[in-house]
């Protein structure tokens, strides 16, 4: 038999396809009668949805349509499509802008959310009776905090919900104490702690209990170089997931293979790909690459339709040797994320990804300066990079060294400041944020 949570993740692609069909047809009923925000924009447009390939008769959702949705009709907005006294939960989405986004959840809801949660973690090698320390942020209702402590118990891991916010100490003392043989974390804070263990414990991180760690909430955990460092600094498995807080928390999931999250929302989102620029649907084939659009097929609280997150992806496999059926994709962030130098896209991960590549000389901390308004700029990228006090090239050399690397690798022309180790501020408990708005040269 094979190891998955649940047997739909095994199922032949084409019984998914037929319930999905299914289930988007009771789900355009359903918010068409019951959300305003869908019976304004698509009730004229219901009829011609007969299967999965008419969605691409609906409009879009933008994240801009659901802030616009919240304010016309707080708190919960004009798309909400169940009554307020059948809501057991609220979540927020950090919003990259401004103002949060809340996200409502019925009870069914919350059972749709941790099927796909529980099936994430369970590919990501947690198991029923697994100790797990959880280290992402509780506060701020932020996903990564409650909902993924759902999806843990619902697995039926226990689970030790210190959170990020606990600080390094409190959780290394906690993890040396309880011997927990999981944790869950974003990549930034699980490299933090694997390096402060010696100073903290007087051991490495190596020699504590940790022996699978499932990774999310930022990009990373995919990149081979911050993998690595992860993987040595703990001696543990680590592995990436993804999703994001406008359909619970997460729900694509790396399995043994690690060469890509599989698609883990059988039966609670369709996927569809988009070219980003025309937005005409891509057809799901090994190598395509787009922008995720979602739809949640069974969705009573805050249904979405056609809603655009912005994550790019890369269809990286439609088979594995897992048994899973559903496709694996490789990310390369948020569109929000993606700056345009001289017309060549280019995400921040991918240049954390190169300057990992180059420690012990760096820390791999980094910043990119943005001295220019909006995503654009025709103008070198300026860096400042943390030398490591191992390195045994000069500043001058490190610099340049870099420069020609993410010249030749990304094609993109940059400045580098080489900054000493400990000059760029650790992320701790946050989200580590890689671009910083800064004034003119
Ligand atoms: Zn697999």
């Not at 708190?75 to 802008?97: N, R």
Request: charged letters at 25%; a negative charge.
């Amino acid at each position: 038999m094979t190891d998955v949570f649940d047997e739909l993740e095994v199922a032949p692609w084409n019984e998914v396809s037929r319930l999905h069909e299914q289930l988007l047809q009771q789900q355009l009923d359903y918010v068409v009668e019951r959300s305003e925000f869908y019976r304004d924009r698509i009730g004229a447009l219901r009829g011609q949805v007969r299967s999965l390939e008419d969605l691409r008769y609906l409009p879009f959702t933008a994240k801009d349509d659901v802030r616009q949705s919240l304010l016309a009709k707080p708190p919960l907005g004009l798309h909400l499509a169940a009554e307020p006294s059948e809501v057991v939960q609220i979540q927020s989405s950090s919003g990259t802008t401004g103002m949060p986004t809340f996200v409502a959840a019925t009870k069914r809801d919350l059972e749709t959310w941790n099927s796909m949660g529980a099936r994430v973690f369970y590919a990501n090698g947690f198991r029923p009776g697994d100790w797990v320390m959880h280290a992402y942020a509780m506060g701020r209702g932020f996903v990564g905090g409650l909902v993924n402590i759902e999806h843990l118990q619902h697995l039926g891991c226990a689970v030790i919900p210190l959170g990020a916010e606990s600080g390094t100490e409190r959780l290394l003392r906690a993890i040396d104490h309880l011997k927990p043989r999981a944790m869950c974390a974003t990549p930034s804070m699980v490299a933090y702690l694997g390096a402060a263990a010696q100073d903290v414990l007087g051991k490495p991180a190596s020699e504590l209990s940790i022996r699978a760690i499932s990774v999310g909430g930022e990009p990373g955990g995919g990149i081979p170089a911050i993998r690595e460092n992860m993987e040595q600094l703990w001696g543990a498995d680590v592995r990436d997931m993804m999703g994001g807080a406008d359909f619970g928390s997460t729900y694509w999931a790396e399995c043994d293979e690690k060469d890509g999250m599989h698609l883990c929302s059988q039966g609670a989102l369709h996927v569809e790909l988009i070219d980003p620029d025309t937005l005409d649907p891509i057809p799901i084939s090994e190598g395509a690459t787009g922008e995720i659009v979602y739809t949640a097929l069974r969705r009573e609280a805050t249904p979405l339709v056609r809603y655009r997150m912005g994550d790019i992806v890369t269809v990286s496999s439609l088979d594995c040797r897992c048994g899973r059926t559903g496709f694996k994709i490789k990310t390369h962030g948020r569109a929000d994320d993606m700056l345009i130098v001289r017309g060549v896209n280019v995400f921040p991960a991918a240049i954390k990804d190169i300057v990992m590549q180059y420690a012990p000389d760096t820390t791999g901390y980094l910043k990119i300066d943005l001295d220019f308004d909006g995503h654009s700029t025709y103008e070198p990228l300026r860096l400042r990079v943390e030398m490591g006090k191992a390195s045994v090239r000069t500043p001058e050399e490190l610099g340049a060294t870099l420069e020609g690397v993410l010249r030749d690798q990304l094609t993109v022309r940059t400045v580098i400041q080489i900054v000493p180790e400990g000059s760029i501020e650790r992320p701790g408990a946050a989200k580590e944020k890689l671009l910083e708005r800064v004034g003119r040269p």
